[in-house]
Nanobody, 123 residues
Framework: QVQLVESGGGLVQAGGSLRLSCTAS????????MGWFRQAPGKEREFVAA????????YYADSVKGRFTISRDNAKNTVYLQMNSLKPEDAAVYFC????????????????WGQGTQVTVSS
């Protein structure tokens, strides 16, 4: 049974940092694209960042570019999201996602989702 388990969410002041982790179990995803989405209350789930299978290419939503960094460790079956200079508008539930390629992930054609981790940013 495949599971994606996120951790690292919490409460942070505006301007602060958090690092999210997502570890997969049940199979390896070293040939898959991994990424993050987020969903704020009353809003649709939106793409945040993606990283290709070997970490050689990364993709970001314009709203987080320059502040967030996605990385992965295939040996640990884990993807990370380093979030710096957090803003109140970054507050949301963050979801880890796995898809066959970047195009599929960015368009929401996701094979596996994590359960989500809450990020709260106080102003």
């Amino acid at each position: 049974q495949v599971q994606l388990v996120e951790s690292g969410g919490g409460l942070v002041q505006a301007g602060g940092s958090l690092r999210l982790s997502c570890t997969a179990s049940g199979r390896t995803f070293s040939s898959y694209t991994m990424g993050w989405f987020r969903q704020a209350p009353g809003k649709e789930r939106e793409f945040v960042a993606a990283i290709n299978w070997n970490g050689g290419s990364t993709y970001y939503a314009d709203s987080v570019k320059g502040r967030f960094t996605i990385s992965r460790d295939n040996a640990k079956n884990t993807v990370y999201l380093q979030m710096n200079s957090l803003k109140p508008e970054d507050a949301a539930v963050y979801f880890c996602a796995v898809a066959r390629n970047v195009l599929a992930l960015k368009s929401g054609r996701v094979d596996y989702w994590g359960q989500g981790t809450q990020v709260t940013v106080s102003s």
